[in-house]
C-alpha cells in the first residue's frame, strides 16, 4: 500500500501560482510512475500532468501546458505541482496518483492505470 497526501491548494486570483505537494509513505515511492488529476464540481476527474519514475518522462493535458509542471524529489518522496497563470477555469480539487506496477517508465494519462489515490486539496481561482 501507499499513503498518498496533497497539500498546497487555496483561493488564487486568476493570473497566480500556486504550489501543490504529494506527500508519499508505505512504499518505495521512487520506483512508481506518479500522476496529478483535477476533478470540478459535476464533471469527470481528468488527467492535468504525469511523470515518470526516474523524472525523465512527463506528460501534459492541453489545458495545461506551458502553465503547469510537475516534478518530484524521490529523495523527499514528494511529488509536485508548479501551477503558474491560473485561470477561473482550473478551479478544481486536485488528486495525485501513483501506477501499481514499479519502474513502467510511462508517464501514463488514464485513470485506470493508477491504483493508490489521495484524499485531495481545493483549488479556487477567482476572476
Known amino acids: 500500500q501507499v499513503q498518498l497526501v496533497e497539500s498546497g491548494g487555496g483561493l488564487v486570483q486568476a493570473g497566480g501560482s500556486l504550489r501543490l505537494s504529494c506527500a508519499a509513505s508505505?512504499?518505495?515511492?521512487?520506483?512508481?510512475?506518479m500522476g496529478w488529476f483535477r476533478q470540478a464540481p459535476g464533471k469527470e476527474r481528468e488527467f492535468v500532468a504525469a511523470?515518470?519514475?526516474?523524472?525523465?518522462?512527463?506528460n501534459y493535458a492541453d489545458s495545461v501546458k506551458g502553465r503547469f509542471t510537475i516534478s518530484r524529489d524521490n529523495a523527499k518522496n514528494t511529488l509536485y505541482l508548479q501551477m503558474n497563470s491560473l485561470k477561473p477555469e482550473d478551479t478544481a480539487v486536485y488528486y495525485c496518483?501513483?501506477?501499481?506496477?514499479?519502474?513502467?517508465?510511462?508517464?501514463?494519462?488514464?485513470?485506470?492505470?493508477?491504483?493508490?489515490w489521495g484524499q485531495g486539496t481545493q483549488v479556487t481561482v477567482s476572476s
Open positions: 511523470i515518470t519514475w526516474s523524472g525523465s518522462g512527463r
Open positions: 508505505g512504499r518505495t515511492f521512487s520506483s512508481y510512475d
Open positions: 496518483a501513483a501506477v501499481g506496477v514499479p519502474y513502467r517508465g510511462v508517464a501514463v494519462t488514464t485513470k485506470s492505470a493508477y491504483n493508490f
